[in-house]
């Protein structure tokens, strides 16, 4: 089954370095764009917990 990968509307039209997710079942596979036969995988709950995080601004201080 070949995934379709989506990636931020906040990435901007280049496309380089992006984040990349794709559904495969009950599973969310994630990659960077530049490197993207390099990937890794998360429970869609736990994807949600992710997403909620970054939402509460719980990861702002690595940006820092």
């Known amino acids: 089954m070949e995934l379709k990968w989506q990636k931020s509307s906040y990435s901007g039209a280049g496309g380089e370095n992006c984040v990349e997710i794709a559904?495969?079942?009950d599973t969310i596979m994630i990659r960077e764009s530049d490197a993207p036969n390099?990937?890794?995988s998360t429970s869609r709950s736990n994807f949600a917990v992710l997403i909620k995080g970054v939402q509460a601004g719980r990861f702002d201080h690595f940006a820092t």
């Open 23 to 25: 559904e495969r079942g």
């Open 38 to 40: 390099v990937r890794t």
